[in-house]
T-cell receptor, first 116, second 111 residues
Framework: GAGVSQTPSNKVTEKGKYVELRCDPISGHTALYWYRQSLGQGPEFLIYFQGTGAADDSGLPNDRFFAVRPEGSVSTLKIQRTERGDSAVYLC??????????????FGEGSRLTVL | GDSVTQMEGPVTLSEEAFLTINCTYT??????LFWYVQYPGEGLQLLLKATKADDKGSNKGFEATYRKETTSFHLEKGSVQVSDSAVYFC??????????FGAGTRLFVKA
């Protein structure tokens, strides 16, 4: 399809394991964002890519979280040594440019992570 | 820091009722304001937006007016339908990379 695609849609893992979540943005969108949505809360910013570089990673909660976008398209969010508090829905969004004050974010359906 | 506060849900209405979902914000500068909607089983999608004071955003019968004096962006619809049942998120962006979202308000519309 033409929308933002996220895989897996659901991931259940055990505490301490490593997890990768993938995002395939809309073709041609240079800006890519990761958000985290905890139960009953709105999306919380994690990291923003413009092209291949992370322009702002100030929302990553700690150094267990890392994201890459090596070719300026697909991005992977990596979580090391998962903890139960990491359980949430991880949302990916893309936009045509980084000017989200006037532009629109296009979201995927999210990857639901459950850490047991 | 910048923040968005919206009314807690769930909001339950009968079909054809009038809807208001309150949203107020705190921001430095002059933010753009947005309402996003999340239908069951789908990703968030933009419903409407307003980029400056007194602008009115509208889409699918929904409206919201950017009120700088009251720092508000309340969502309204004159006659809701069952298909409007969803979670609604108010959001702002002050021109940077981050869009700040409220906690969301779940709307149930009964036939």
């Amino acid at each position: 399809g033409a929308g933002v695609s996220q895989t897996p849609s659901n991931k259940v893992t055990e505490k301490g394991k490593y997890v990768e979540l993938r995002c395939d943005p809309i073709s041609g969108h240079t800006a890519l964002y990761w958000y985290r949505q905890s139960l009953g809360q709105g999306p919380e910013f994690l990291i923003y890519f413009q092209g291949t570089g992370a322009a702002d990673d100030s929302g990553l909660p700690n150094d267990r979280f890392f994201a890459v976008r090596p070719e300026g398209s697909v991005s992977t969010l990596k979580i090391q040594r998962t903890e139960r508090g990491d359980s949430a829905v991880y949302l990916c969004a893309s936009s045509a440019t980084g000017a989200t004050n006037t532009g629109e974010l296009f979201f995927g359906e999210g990857s639901r992570l459950t850490v047991l | 820091g910048d923040s968005v506060t919206q009314m807690e849900g769930p909001v339950t209405l009968s079909e054809e009722a009038f809807l208001t979902i309150n949203c107020t914000y705190t921001a430095t500068g002059y933010p753009s304001l947005f309402w996003y909607v999340q239908y069951p089983g789908e990703g968030l999608q933009l419903l409407l937006k307003a980029t400056k004071a007194d602008d009115k955003g509208s889409n699918k019968g929904f409206e919201a007016t950017y009120r700088k004096e009251t720092t508000s962006f309340h969502l309204e619809k004159g006659s809701v339908q069952v298909s409007d049942s969803a979670v609604y998120f108010c959001a702002l962006n002050t021109g940077g990379f981050k869009t700040i979202f409220g906690a969301g308000t779940r709307l149930f519309v009964k036939a």
